[in-house]
């Protein structure tokens, strides 16, 4: 079947890949919502950075599992309608989202958008492979969207910041809904009621395993993003969480095993490439999870408003751009996989080694940008060609679920690195805190004539009393600023470690296999 039959006749054909790109960003925005600015979400939802995670986990998850029927679904509606449908169900989701700030319900719709929110996207990818009169369309057309999913979150976040800073959250909903009424709109006046794929009937999908995998995802995130709050096995709610994800996670395989047309086929795994690029993405994913600490000292400890931050992202943005720019070269031109996954992760171990001598109270941005900047390239050179080895070799029937297994890999290292981070972050804090109090003494000369310097001013200004309590808050806010300083740069210590380790790794594993080879 021709592509160009899709549409409808009177479309330039230079009009036709604008649009298709224009209709894929709404998609990716998604992936954003509620994490643009987590502190604004946070304080209107009357949540905390947990319920912020687990939003995303939620969202992620059903992802994962939808990929699986993803095929099924296009194949089943013609381009036309199978876009005006997801679009107006995210158009109304968002506007639901829009009216209400009760916790349940924002668990309901982050489900349904993260069913329909990868559908409404995930036909404009084959739509645009299409369009591109290239040999490496594939590759061009898989650089972009990962270049919008590295890079979407600071975008929305600008594209939204006057809703945010002028209005509210309600209002910066409806400005995301604005953009879902684009892709309908455009939906309406592009196609016509031509098929892109052979149709296929939906009657055959296997709804039981979908929900088995779904929940298995689902409690398994539950356990990982709230066991710090809970005390992990000591609350019987992770505890229940745990065996619900053993249970659903072991009918599904044995379902899958069972079934004439499974969703998932298990062949796969005998694939080395999937092996090792689901190791390697779970790596490069703990080590990118502590990014976010970075913007979060931004915020926390040397006081820089949101917006600010927002802007200093784009250090990081540019070099992803760079990055993919660059794997897409190496991808092009059959660059062995092995020199350009330890070029990547040799830079993210510069990287993490340079973060920490960042970490001091009053920082610049000349201090800070250069190594933001030195993380994107990395993971922008690393996320497209780890794709691609994971699928590499597969045949055409597996690909799918080679593809599912990627994104399985990162769902869960998502979760963990959060969860490793909230549990690294509460330990060393506490252990730093605790030795720096100690050290607060009237013997401490530098202590006891900052003391006495602060003290003396407040005094000036306000009774004994108070004077007393404000000067003991103020070594409080520095002890733990610094105790949060200090921390990171023994986390990034130990991703350095990690990053160098897998770099290291990568270079010896096929000189050391082929000396093995011959010793044998």
């Not at 390697?280 to 949101?306: C, E, H, Q």
């Not at 720019?325 to 993490?352: H, N, W």
């Amino acid at each position: 079947m021709q592509h160009n039959t899709v549409y409808h006749k009177w479309l330039p054909q230079w009009l036709k890949l604008p649009l298709l790109i224009l209709a894929l960003f709404p998609h990716i925005m998604l992936l954003s919502l509620l994490h643009s600015n987590s502190a604004f979400t946070s304080s209107f939802m009357d949540v905390d950075s947990d319920d912020i995670q687990y939003l995303m986990m939620l969202m992620y998850g059903t992802f994962v599992v939808t990929l699986l029927v993803l095929q099924r679904f296009m194949s089943y509606f013609s381009v036309k309608y199978y876009v005006l449908l997801m679009s107006s169900v995210s158009v109304i989701l968002l506007y639901i989202l829009s009216v209400t700030n009760d916790y349940h319900v924002i668990l309901v719709i982050r489900f349904l958008e993260g069913f329909f929110g990868l559908l409404e996207g995930a036909i404009f990818l084959p739509l645009i492979i299409a369009e591109l009169k290239t040999r490496h369309a594939k590759v061009i057309a898989y650089l972009f969207m990962y270049a919008l999913m590295l890079t979407g979150g600071t975008v929305t976040t600008t594209l939204l910041k006057s809703s945010i800073q002028d209005y509210d959250y309600q209002h910066m909903i409806l400005m995301m809904a604005y953009f879902h009424v684009f892709v309908l709109i455009l939906g309406f006046v592009i196609f016509n009621k031509n098929r892109f794929f052979p149709k296929k009937p939906l009657y055959q999908m296997d709804i039981t395993s979908w929900f088995l995998l779904w929940a298995c995802l689902q409690s398994g995130a539950y356990a990982i993003v709230y066991g710090k709050r809970l005390m992990w096995l000591e609350s019987d709610t992770v505890v229940i969480c745990l065996l619900i994800f053993l249970l659903s996670g072991g009918l599904f395989m044995l379902k899958q095993r069972s079934s004439k047309r499974p969703l998932f086929h298990f062949e796969v795994f005998n694939s080395k490439n999937v092996i090792v690029g689901m190791i390697l993405f779970f790596i490069f994913y703990l080590i990118r999870s502590g990014l976010n600490n970075v913007y979060s000292i931004m915020a926390t400890v040397w006081k820089w408003p949101w917006d600010y931050i927002v802007n200093i992202q784009y250090w990081n943005v540019a070099g992803t751009l760079i990055g993919v720019f660059l794997s897409g070269i190496c991808l092009v031109r059959g660059v062995s996989s092995r020199i350009v996954f330890f070029t990547g992760f040799l830079l993210l171990a510069v990287d993490c080694a340079w973060f920490t001598y960042t970490f001091y109270p009053d920082t610049t941005l000349s201090t800070i940008c250069p190594p933001l900047f030195l993380q994107g390239v990395a993971q922008g050179l690393l996320f497209t060609p780890l794709v691609f080895f994971l699928i590499s070799g597969m045949p055409e029937n597996y690909v799918a679920n080679a593809s599912a297994m990627g994104t399985t890999t990162r769902f869960w290292a998502t979760a963990i690195g959060y969860a490793l981070m909230q549990n690294l972050m509460l330990f060393l804090t506490l252990k730093h805190s605790d030795v720096l109090s100690f050290n607060l003494t009237d013997t401490n000369p530098v202590f006891y004539s900052q003391w006495n310097q602060l003290l003396g001013a407040n005094i000036s200004k306000l009774p004994v009393n108070e004077s007393l309590s404000m000067t003991a808050g103020a070594f409080k806010a520095k002890i733990a600023a610094q105790s949060i300083l200090l921390s990171n740069m023994e986390i990034f210590t130990g991703l350095f470690w990690l990053a160098f380790i897998t770099a290291l790794l990568l270079l010896l594993y096929h000189p050391v296999k082929i000396a093995v080879r011959n010793i044998m």
